[in-house]
């Protein structure tokens, strides 16, 4: 077993903070931190017993960089060509052996000071300004890397050499999507492009309305079967044609309502899943929909609210509402077949599925594995140290037979389960 411990952020300031805890011998499962916190949150921190069916392990941790510290944030890691791809949102991104964390190569996008006689120096100092790294995918040998600051880039996905970048105008804060030699950008602004992967030529852009409100955060768009997939902040799923982004049709999947503009969000936040010839999308103010890709006739709609994203595992549909309350629902007919509610208002994670288990993060480093057919939690991980600042804030994603989890201060862990 290889252990990469390496440069782990915190990773010091936790053994002291834990070791200060064992010697003022804090009754039951209290610590340092629970006494600037108040009954209801307490009631939230404090984690149930379960009976555990067996104990995950940490094969191997990877400190990529600052991770995306406090911000509101989707940049996960993707695994592609025998390599794990992950970024932070200052500007770092890394391609690493998926068995050990070794890293292959690393290319960042913060940008220096150049002017004054003393910035040369300063910068062997400084990490540079932000590039607010918004999501990374990778397709067709690239590497392709959108930010908050409109700037899009391919690179090497072998080597990590940039091949060629470009500016949109508008925040990308979802990976991109591409299919059929066409990179398709989802930007805040509520406009859609698409590029040629290989040169970065911009071939169509598409316009889209956006409400006077919206949630901090955009559809992440799929391409498959020459079209593009998106959710669109005014509660509609839509469909634009890869080859000149004409929309092809759009479906309204919830409507405004409520006298406040706040009361009256309807964002399509997530990445809709397309399975078989059905579309899965949920919106934050509560409705989650099938709908036919051919014609956008919605099949069925249920209530639940969610921005987090949608997994499906054969009949299965796996839920995370707002409040944290995992679901498991029949795709075919939107029955709901059960409920975990005992990790409620811990900002958990979207569920990805792994064999016979979702697995859940949560804002405290802790993973969750949930039983598919029972809904019942049967182990869980502490990879985070029980600090919010090492907090799991995107799924984790499945990577030859391993759980790989990124925390909010940039270390990538890599999990197995005996």
Same mark, same amino acid.
């Given at each position: 077993?290889?252990?990469?411990?390496?440069?782990?952020?915190?990773?010091?300031?936790?053994?002291?903070?834990?070791?200060?805890?064992?010697?003022?011998?804090?009754?039951?499962?209290?610590?340092?931190?629970?006494?600037?916190?108040?009954?209801?949150?307490?009631?939230?921190?404090?984690?149930?017993?379960?009976?555990?069916?067996?104990?995950?392990?940490?094969?191997?941790?990877?400190?990529?960089?600052?991770?995306?510290?406090?911000?509101?944030?989707?940049?996960?890691?993707?695994?592609?060509?025998?390599?794990?791809?992950?970024?932070?949102?200052?500007?770092?991104?890394?391609?690493?052996?998926?068995?050990?964390?070794?890293?292959?190569?690393?290319?960042?996008?913060?940008?220096?000071?150049?002017?004054?006689?003393?910035?040369?120096?300063?910068?062997?100092?400084?990490?540079?300004?932000?590039?607010?790294?918004?999501?990374?995918?990778?397709?067709?040998?690239?590497?392709?890397?959108?930010?908050?600051?409109?700037?899009?880039?391919?690179?090497?996905?072998?080597?990590?050499?940039?091949?060629?970048?470009?500016?949109?105008?508008?925040?990308?804060?979802?990976?991109?999507?591409?299919?059929?030699?066409?990179?398709?950008?989802?930007?805040?602004?509520?406009?859609?492009?698409?590029?040629?992967?290989?040169?970065?030529?911009?071939?169509?852009?598409?316009?889209?309305?956006?409400?006077?409100?919206?949630?901090?955060?955009?559809?992440?768009?799929?391409?498959?079967?020459?079209?593009?997939?998106?959710?669109?902040?005014?509660?509609?799923?839509?469909?634009?044609?890869?080859?000149?982004?004409?929309?092809?049709?759009?479906?309204?999947?919830?409507?405004?309502?409520?006298?406040?503009?706040?009361?009256?969000?309807?964002? $399509?936040?997530?990445? /809709?899943?397309?399975?078989? =010839?059905? +579309?899965?999308?949920?919106?934050? !103010? #509560?409705?989650? @929909?099938? &709908?036919?890709?051919?014609?956008?006739?919605?099949?069925?709609?249920?209530?639940?609210?969610?921005?987090?994203?949608?997994?499906?595992?054969?009949?299965?549909?796996?839920?995370?509402?707002?409040?944290?309350?995992?679901?498991?629902?029949?795709?075919?007919?939107?029955?709901?077949?059960?409920?975990?509610?005992?990790?409620?208002?811990?900002?958990?994670?979207?569920?990805?599925?792994?064999?016979?288990?979702?697995?859940?993060?949560?804002?405290?480093?802790?993973?969750?594995?949930?039983?598919?057919?029972?809904?019942?939690?049967?182990?869980?991980?502490?990879?985070?140290?029980?600090?919010?600042?090492?907090? $799991?804030?995107?799924? /984790?994603?499945?990577?030859? =037979?391993? +759980?790989?989890?990124?925390?909010? !201060? #940039?270390?990538? @862990?890599? &999990?197995?389960?005996?």
């Amino acid at each position: 077993m290889f252990h990469n411990t390496c440069g782990r952020k915190g990773r010091f300031a936790r053994t002291i903070s834990m070791a200060l805890a064992v010697s003022i011998t804090l009754s039951g499962c209290s610590t340092v931190s629970d006494w600037f916190a108040d009954e209801e949150e307490l009631e939230i921190r404090r984690l149930k017993p379960i009976e555990a069916k067996f104990s995950p392990m940490v094969e191997w941790e990877r400190d990529i960089g600052d991770g995306v510290n406090h911000y509101f944030s989707r940049l996960k890691p993707v695994y592609a060509y025998d390599k794990l791809y992950a970024a932070d949102r200052h500007g770092n991104v890394v391609a690493m052996e998926p068995e050990t964390g070794n890293v292959v190569w690393e290319k960042n996008f913060a940008t220096f000071r150049t002017e004054g006689m003393l910035s040369s120096v300063s910068n062997l100092w400084s990490s540079g300004e932000s590039a607010r790294i918004g999501g990374i995918f990778v397709a067709d040998r690239h590497v392709f890397v959108g930010t908050e600051n409109g700037y899009v880039a391919a690179l090497d996905a072998e080597s990590g050499e940039l091949v060629w970048d470009a500016t949109v105008p508008g925040e990308v804060l979802a990976a991109p999507a591409a299919d059929d030699g066409i990179l398709v950008v989802n930007t805040g602004a509520g406009s859609l492009f698409g590029f040629n992967t290989r040169t970065g030529e911009q071939l169509w852009r598409h316009e889209g309305d956006t409400p006077p409100l919206t949630l901090r955060g955009i559809s992440g768009p799929i391409a498959s079967n020459g079209g593009v997939i998106v959710g669109a902040p005014t509660g509609k799923l839509q469909v634009n044609l890869i080859d000149t982004g004409v929309l092809a049709w759009e479906t309204v999947i919830s409507t405004p309502s409520g006298a406040t503009e706040l009361e009256r969000i309807v964002d $399509i936040d997530t990445t /809709p899943v397309l399975y078989g =010839g059905t +579309i899965y999308t949920v919106s934050y !103010n #509560g409705t989650l @929909a099938a &709908v036919e890709l051919r014609s956008g006739r919605v099949i069925w709609k249920r209530e639940y609210s969610s921005y987090r994203n949608l997994n499906i595992d054969g009949n299965q549909i796996f839920v995370v509402d707002n409040a944290s309350n995992v679901y498991a629902l029949d795709r075919r007919n939107g029955v709901e077949l059960w409920s975990q509610g005992t990790l409620k208002q811990r900002s958990l994670t979207a569920a990805t599925p792994v064999g016979e288990y979702v697995v859940v993060g949560d804002k405290w480093g802790f993973l969750h594995w949930i039983e598919k057919e029972s809904g019942e939690i049967v182990a869980r991980l502490d990879v985070g140290g029980d600090d919010e600042d090492d907090s $799991i804030y995107v799924e /984790p994603i499945v990577v030859e =037979g391993a +759980i790989v989890a990124i925390t909010r !201060n #940039g270390v990538v @862990a890599s &999990v197995k389960v005996p």
